[in-house]
């Protein structure tokens, strides 16, 4: 179970928000796509993750799984403090398959003080939804603020907190992960490790393959967070800024491979099915 995929078509009338025309992730990227490099590894389904941040993108990744069983749940994008928020997030959530919203750092100031975080999360558990989060590390005490007051709401945290290249984490990292990691509530997608690299920044597509260069990374995702709440995801086709699908793959197959098949099988899928609910198809 893949569960951090993105789709989206430049090619439409509408075009695209993201990502630039200048970059090699300009052009169309589907679920056929996706099945092409993700099936050799026996992977077979996916939770995507927003298209966008425009609000019909919502509907459209939505209309795209009506008919693509791979699909298994898709975690959208609304602003909570948008006016409309709260009827978009009912309108959507009539769809099993949407699973709940991404707050990214770039679009959501996430502090657990603001009235529209607090507001927005409490809906966000009241539909029995997830809140996932992307941004710099200062997120995730703010996550572990917002998961302690509401303990019934899923939390999870994208690409290992942004944990950024694994020779040199900060502290500020590292205590926000224990922090994280004391909330039974908060998930971690251990994901995006190569495109974290200095390497990926100065050539694209070329990050480190070893597994041994993310081992501080993991080992301290594993030390905070344990076997039952570790999730894999791609961050495909995003993922290929580091390297390709089958790079990502070997790297979290070896690491796990080391932990046993009870702890590998939790994290390829059975830990994704307590965070998202998801449905099977």
Same mark, same amino acid.
């Given at each position: 179970?893949?569960?951090?995929?993105?789709?989206?078509?430049?090619?439409?009338?509408?075009?695209?928000?993201?990502?630039?025309?200048?970059?090699?992730?300009?052009?169309?990227?589907?679920?056929?796509?996706?099945?092409?490099?993700?099936?050799?590894?026996?992977?077979?389904?996916?939770?995507?993750?927003?298209?966008?941040?425009?609000?019909?993108?919502?509907?459209?990744?939505?209309?795209?799984?009506?008919?693509?069983?791979?699909?298994?749940?898709?975690?959208?994008? #609304?602003?909570?403090?948008?006016?409309?928020?709260?009827?978009?997030?009912?309108?959507?959530?009539?769809?099993?398959?949407?699973?709940?919203?991404?707050?990214?750092?770039?679009?959501?100031?996430?502090?657990?003080?603001?009235?529209?975080?607090?507001?927005?999360?409490?809906?966000?558990?009241?539909? @029995?939804?997830?809140?996932?989060?992307?941004?710099?590390?200062?997120? #995730?005490?703010?996550?572990?603020?917002?998961?302690?007051?509401?303990?019934?709401?899923?939390?999870?945290?994208?690409?290992? @907190?942004?944990?950024?290249?694994?020779?040199?984490?900060?502290?500020?990292?590292?205590?926000?992960?224990?922090?994280? @990691?004391?909330?039974?509530?908060?998930?971690?997608?251990?994901?995006? #490790?190569?495109?974290?690299?200095?390497?990926?920044?100065?050539?694209?597509?070329?990050?480190?393959?070893?597994?041994?260069?993310?081992?501080?990374? #993991?080992?301290?995702?594993?030390?905070?967070?344990?076997?039952?709440?570790?999730?894999?995801?791609?961050?495909?086709?995003?993922?290929?800024? @580091?390297?390709?699908?089958?790079?990502?793959?070997?790297?979290?197959?070896?690491?796990?491979?080391?932990?046993?098949?009870?702890?590998?099988?939790?994290?390829?899928?059975?830990?994704?099915?307590?965070?998202?609910?998801?449905?099977?198809?």
């Amino acid at each position: 179970m893949d569960t951090h995929v993105h789709f989206w078509d430049p090619t439409r009338e509408q075009g695209v928000p993201l990502p630039g025309k200048g970059s090699p992730l300009y052009r169309p990227v589907l679920p056929a796509d996706w099945k092409k490099v993700a099936s050799p590894h026996g992977v077979k389904e996916t939770v995507v993750v927003e298209a966008s941040h425009w609000v019909e993108d919502n509907q459209w990744i939505l209309d795209l799984a009506a008919n693509e069983k791979s699909i298994v749940g898709f975690i959208g994008n #609304l602003d909570p403090a948008d006016a409309g928020f709260s009827a978009n997030l009912k309108r959507f959530a009539a769809n099993p398959l949407f699973r709940g919203i991404r707050w990214r750092g770039d679009l959501v100031q996430l502090d657990a003080t603001k009235d529209y975080v607090k507001r927005g999360a409490k809906e966000l558990s009241d539909h @029995g939804l997830v809140l996932e989060l992307n941004g710099k590390p200062s997120m #995730l005490a703010e996550a572990a603020k917002i998961a302690g007051g509401l303990p019934d709401l899923r939390i999870m945290i994208d690409h290992v @907190g942004s944990a950024g290249d694994a020779t040199h984490l900060t502290d500020e990292w590292r205590e926000g992960m224990r922090a994280a @990691g004391k909330r039974k509530n908060i998930f971690l997608k251990i994901s995006a #490790l190569t495109e974290q690299t200095d390497e990926s920044s100065k050539s694209y597509g070329h990050a480190p393959r070893d597994t041994a260069y993310y081992q501080p990374v #993991l080992d301290h995702c594993w030390e905070c967070f344990g076997e039952d709440r570790v999730v894999y995801g791609s961050n495909w086709p995003v993922c290929e800024k @580091g390297g390709t699908y089958a790079d990502e793959f070997k790297i979290v197959s070896e690491y796990f491979a080391t932990k046993g098949s009870g702890a590998s099988e939790k994290y390829f899928w059975k830990n994704s099915l307590a965070a998202y609910r998801w449905i099977e198809r």
